[in-house]
């Protein structure tokens, strides 16, 4: 069983930072991503930012420079520095795990965590 949490959302004004956490736990084996999608009202899931199992990482254009992926292995955590907050950044951020077995991948998410940037 493989579970997923986020942590770290809220409300900040426009130009503020705030920082999500995501802990991992369970049964996990060969990662083939991990990172951060958030999903606005009426929009589509989208990327934000993360880690391919090499290690590299990867960034919306949107968000390149002011946010920030990093990753504590000891603890099974990813966080995201969001910085120069945008009004367009508010949306609901989704930690997803995605684990590869064999061929196949499987897809983990959290519950989500609502951010909200005010203009």
């Known amino acids: 069983q493989v579970q997923v949490v986020e942590s770290g959302g809220g409300l900040v004004q426009n130009g503020g930072s705030l920082r999500l956490s995501c802990a991992v736990s369970?049964?996990?084996?060969?990662?083939?991503?991990m990172g951060w999608f958030r999903q606005a009202p009426g929009k589509q899931r989208e990327l934000v930012a993360s880690?391919?199992?090499?290690?590299?990482?990867n960034y919306a254009d949107s968000v390149k420079g002011r946010f920030t992926i990093s990753r504590d292995n000891a603890k099974n955590t990813v966080y995201l520095e969001m910085n120069s907050l945008k009004p367009e950044d508010t949306a609901v951020y989704y930690c997803?795990?995605?684990?590869?077995?064999?061929?196949?991948?499987?897809?983990?998410w959290g519950q989500g965590t609502q951010v909200t940037v005010s203009s």
């Open positions: 369970g049964s996990i084996s060969s990662i083939n991503s």
């Open positions: 997803n795990l995605a684990l590869r077995y064999g061929l196949s991948i499987y897809n983990y």
């Open positions: 880690f391919t199992g090499g290690g590299s990482t």
